[in-house]
């Protein structure tokens, strides 16, 4: 089992910049995966960004490329996700999210794919 709890979340203005944080306890192995997916209101999930365990892999979203950054410390167990220049399109709930084996591309994007998910949290952007 793996359990995930995010924090980082508020209200800011367009333009303006947030750090979400989502720390992992429980079992992780070399093959996993850590991901950010995201979930406005009346919308279906949507991926955002995602990390392989081992540093090897990341990927974005076209929306949030050269806007947000994935990044891992591994010796924290903690996976974050820098947001800059934010949107009110960026508002929305957070989800931190976890999977045993992330192997290709779809592993890394797909929702239904992941095995862990943290309880959320709201990032709300002003305009």
């Known amino acids: 089992q793996v359990q995930l709890v995010e924090s980082g979340g508020g209200l800011v203005q367009a333009g303006g910049s947030l750090r979400l944080s989502c720390a992992a306890s429980?079992?992780?192995?070399?093959?996993?995966?850590m991901a950010w997916f995201r979930q406005a209101p009346g919308k279906e999930r949507e991926f955002v960004a995602a990390?392989?365990?081992?540093?090897?892999?990341?990927y974005s979203a076209d929306s949030v490329k050269g806007r947000f950054t994935i990044s891992l410390d591994n010796a924290k167990n903690t996976v974050y996700l820098q947001m800059n220049s934010l949107k009110p399109e960026d508002t929305a709930v957070y989800f931190c999210?976890?999977?045993?084996?992330?192997?290709?591309?779809?592993?890394?994007?797909?929702?239904?794919?992941?095995?862990?998910w943290g309880q959320g949290t709201q990032v709300t952007v002003s305009s």
């Open positions: 990390h392989s365990w081992t540093g090897t892999n990341t």
């Open positions: 429980g079992r992780i192995f070399s093959s996993s995966a």
């Open positions: 999210a976890a999977k045993r084996v992330a192997y290709s591309y779809v592993d890394y994007v797909q929702s239904q794919r992941y095995d862990y």
